[in-house]
């Protein structure tokens, strides 16, 4: 198996390299994800709703144009979702003050119990990791990620980060 050495020789990865580094994201995303789903599984759910509960706790009161946005889903597949939500007492869905047209998502005191219990198991796993590897690493991690994500996605997600400072 070869392994990356130096920073000069990333400039001129073999397909060999990037295959492994390909197959390593589907391994880190599986470990990712491993832990909310056994939880979610307990509960019926699937990663469609650990994905709605995170941005809706991101961003209270977001509306469902907003996440739909968000997440790049149909909104047949998000009201599905949301439905169960909804209906299980961990969203609250209220219509607009301004626009009646718009529903705006926030999560009950069990939706933000959930989300916790989700994103604290994550947390732990990318904190072992970033351990592990080191605050270079991670910086170079954030790095890759962001230059593969998408403009309009990367854009949105800067957003996202600014609005936590």
Known sequence: ??????????LFLTDEQLRQGIEAM???????TADPDRILATMAYGRAHHRAVHFISRSPGTTVNNLLNILGVTKQSLNRV??????????DSRVGKADKRERHLFLTDAGEALERKLSDAQRARMRAAYRAAGPEAVAGFRQVLEAMMEPELRRRYYGIRENEV
């Open 26 to 32: 589907f391994f880190a995303y599986r470990g990712f």
């Open 82 to 91: 949301l439905r169960t939500l909804v209906e299980d007492g961990l969203v």
């Open 1 to 10: 198996m070869a392994e990356f050495q130096g920073g000069e020789n990333l």
